[in-house]
C-alpha cells in the first residue's frame, strides 16, 4: 500500500514540484494551500505523514501544527526559512517530527520523508524484539508504538517514541547525540543541528522523576545523554 503524504504549503508551484517527485517515487499525495484545512486534513486520520510549511496566510504554519498536536500524533515535517533557527526550535517544542530548510530539493525532502516514515511504521521481526522494555517506571511496547510511565499512557509523537525507545534500550549508560540522530531520526547528525536537545527537553516534561527527585532523563557532559535505571 502506498504511503499517503499531506502537503500543506501555499505555494502552488513548489509543492507541485513535490507532489510529482513524491508519486514518482510511489507516494500518494494530497495537497492543500492553508492550515485550517490542512488541520483538517490531518485529523481525518488518512495519512502516514504531514509536510507542513511555516510561512503560510491566514493560519501560519506554527498554530497550524500546535491545532493538530491537539488532536494527533501525525508525523509532521516542518519546511522552515534556511537559517530561521527560531522557528526550527518552536517547531519542534510544539511536536514537529524533524524540518527541511528551504529552499530544498525534492530528493532531500523524500529522503528526510522516508526516514521518519521507517521509523515510525518499523515493526520487530521476532517475537524477542516484540517484548515490552521496562526501565524503572517507565514501559515500552515498541511494536504497538505505546508507552506508559507509572501505568499512565505518554502522549509522545514518532520521533520522541524513536528516541525514548534508543535511550531505554541502552538504560543505565550515556548514548551519544550521534547515535540518537542516526538511530531516532533515521540520519546523522548535522553540525549545529539542535533536534536532538530539543526533543530530549520535551520527553524530559513529559516522563516523571526517579526516587531522589531527579529527571529520569539525564544529559551526561561531552557523552550524550542517559536514561537512568534505578
Not at 486534513?41 to 500546535?66: Q, S, W
Not at 493538530?68 to 518552536?90: A, E, F, H, K, W
Not at 534500550?169 to 547528525?189: D, W
Request: one cysteine or more; hydrophobic letters at 40%; proline letters at 3%.
Amino acid at each position: 500500500m502506498k504511503s499517503k503524504v499531506l502537503l500543506i504549503d501555499d505555494d502552488i508551484e513548489l509543492v507541485g514540484m513535490f507532489k510529482e517527485y513524491l508519486e514518482q517515487e510511489g507516494f500518494d499525495v494530497k495537497m492543500v494551500h492553508d492550515g485550517e484545512a490542512g488541520t483538517a486534513e490531518a485529523f481525518t486520520g488518512l495519512y502516514a505523514i504531514a509536510i507542513l510549511d511555516v510561512m503560510m496566510p491566514r493560519m501560519n504554519g506554527l498554530e497550524t501544527l500546535r491545532r493538530i498536536r491537539t488532536n494527533s500524533q501525525l508525523p509532521i515535517l516542518m519546511l522552515t526559512g534556511r537559517g530561521d533557527d527560531t522557528d526550527r526550535i518552536v517547531g519542534l517544542e510544539l511536536g514537529a517530527d524533524d524540518y527541511v530548510a528551504k529552499p530544498c530539493t525534492p530528493r532531500e525532502l523524500t529522503a528526510r520523508i522516508r526516514a521518519i516514515l521507517r521509523r515510525a511504521q518499523s515493526a520487530p521481526a521476532d517475537q524477542g524484539q516484540q517484548a515490552a522494555i521496562t526501565v524503572g517506571q517507565l514501559t515500552m511496547w515498541p511494536e504497538q508504538r505505546r508507552a506508559t510511565w507509572a501505568g499512565d499512557k505518554l502522549e509522545l509523537t514518532s520521533t520522541e517514541f524513536n528516541l525514548l525507545e534508543v535511550l531505554a534500550r541502552n538504560a543505565g549508560r550515556p548514548v551519544s547525540k550521534n547515535t540518537l540522530s542516526e538511530q531516532g531520526l533515521g540520519r546523522p547528525l548535522a553540525r549545529f543541528d539542535r533536534n536532538i536537545d530539543v526533543h530530549l527537553s520535551s520527553l524530559r516534561h513529559k516522563l516523571g522523576t526517579i526516587a531522589d527527585g531527579r529527571s529520569c532523563l539525564q544529559t551526561v557532559y561531552r557523552l550524550g545523554y542517559q536514561l537512568i535505571k534505578e
